[in-house]
C-alpha cells in the first residue's frame, strides 16, 4: 500500500507549518546502524513496491471521531467506515453509522475520504511514491531491537516540491520488513487557511506480510479560536487476495 494514501489524506484537513518545531529526539545512534541512509531507502522503495504488487485485495472498519471546541461553537462527530481495497486503483467506503455534527461528518470525515480517493490516482502514486525522486531523506538514529520491538531506522524526510500530498517530518522504519511504522508530519503544502497550528502522528502494524494504517492522532488550532482533535482507528482488517511476497534482494551490510 501506498504511504500517501495510507496518511497523507489526514493532513489535508488538519495541517499547518511548524508541526514538528521544537521537538526533539533522543541522541541518534548511527554509528551503530547496520546501514547507511542510502541503502535504508533503496530496501524500504524496493519493499514498499512488492508488498503494493501483492497485496491485491482486503476489507477493514473505521472509526472516525472528531471533538472541536471553540469559535463558533462546540462540536462532536464519530462515523463508523467500512472499506474494501482492489488492486491497484479501487478503494471503495460504506458509512455504516455516522452521529454528531453533520457539518463535521460532511466537511470533514467525508473529505478524508475522498481525498483519499483522489491520492489512488496513478499519477497521484506515481508523484507523492515514498522515494529519492519525491523527497530527500537523512539517517537520524537507529533504535536497535528489543525483547518487545524490532529495531527501527528514523529518518528526516523532505518533499523535493510542493505537493499536497507529499510531507515532511520523521518517519519509523522497521529494520527487518523495510516498512513503515511510524509518521510524525505536516505537508508541503498547506491545504487551509484556516488552521493555525497541528500536530499529526499516524501508525502501522503488520496484518499478514502487509503493514496497513493502525492508528490517526491530531491536534489543531484553528486560526481563529478553537481546538480540534481527530481521532481515526482501523480495525478488523482481512486480506481477501494476495501474491506470495517472496523478498528481493536487499542491501545487509554497510558499505565501507
Known sequence: MKLAAAA????????????LT?????????KTAPLNAEQVVSN?????????????????????RLQYRGFPGNRDAEMHVSVKYLRPLTKAF???????????ID???????????????????????????NYDFTLLGFEPATSTDPSRYVMQIEPRKRNKFLYRGRIWIDGQDFAV???QAEPAKSPSFWTKHSEIE???????DFWLPAHNYSVST?????????????NEYRITDRLPLGRPELSVQEQK
Not at 497523507?8 to 507549518?17: H, S
Not at 524500504?44 to 472516525?64: I, K, S
Open 8 to 19: 497523507v489524506f489526514l493532513l489535508l484537513i488538519f495541517a499547518a507549518p511548524s508541526l
Open 22 to 30: 521544537g521537538r526533539k529526539l533522543p541522541p541518534a545512534e548511527i
Open 44 to 64: 524500504l522503495v524496493r519493499m514498499n513496491a512488492l508488498r503494493a504488487e501483492r497485496l491485491q485485495a482486503y476489507e477493514g472498519t473505521r472509526t472516525y
Open 94 to 104: 460504506t458509512v455504516v453509522s455516522a452521529t454528531g455534527s453533520k457539518v463535521v
Open 107 to 133: 466537511r470533514v470525515f467525508k473529505k478524508l475520504l475522498e481525498s483519499e480517493q483522489e491520492a489512488l490516482g496513478e499519477d497521484n502514486q506515481k508523484a507523492t511514491a515514498l522515494n529519492t525522486q
Open 181 to 183: 511504522v511510524k509518521i
Open 202 to 208: 499516524h501508525s502501522y502494524e503488520k496484518v499478514g
Open 222 to 234: 484553528i486560526r481563529l479560536g478553537g481546538r480540534a482533535v481527530l481521532t481515526i482507528d482501523y
